[in-house]
């Protein structure tokens, strides 16, 4: 397995998505696995925020802002999907929220496959 920097804190947060999967299944609404993940990732002892508004840049002004679904230890962003397929629009969602925020890490987690579907984002590139 290669190590990323904070990968163990990635790893915890995908531990973390699993159990709530396995318990929950697919079919739910993304508001529902924001909140079991809220409620796993408290019982591991990590700090988040949920919808963590932050600032968009462009050209170093700032035009608007977005909400990511948790910054946790507010080093990792993590976008939540429920979908039954995530497409390439999701994932470039991920990457821009992740360059807009100035973050070097962030996952990207699909709840709404039979399986649970996580997708490791770091500040320029990709890896799963």
């Not at 969602?93 to 490791?120: T, V």
Request: a neutral charge; proline letters at 1%.
């Amino acid at each position: 397995m290669a190590v990323y920097k904070y990968s163990d804190l990635t790893h915890t947060i995908i531990g973390c998505s699993m159990r709530v999967h396995n318990t929950l299944g697919n079919g739910f609404q993304e508001v529902i696995y924001q909140r079991a993940l809220a409620l796993e990732l408290k019982k591991a002892g990590m700090t988040f925020q949920r919808e963590q508004e932050m600032p968009i840049f462009y050209d170093n002004y700032e035009i608007g802002t977005r909400r990511v679904d948790f910054l946790i230890e507010k080093v990792v962003m993590v976008e939540l999907k429920a979908l039954v397929k995530l497409e390439e629009v999701h994932w470039a969602q991920a990457i821009n929220y992740l360059e807009a925020f100035n973050l070097e890490i962030g996952l990207l987690i699909n709840f709404g496959a039979k399986r649970l579907e996580f997708k490791r984002f770091i500040s320029g590139s990709s890896s799963s």
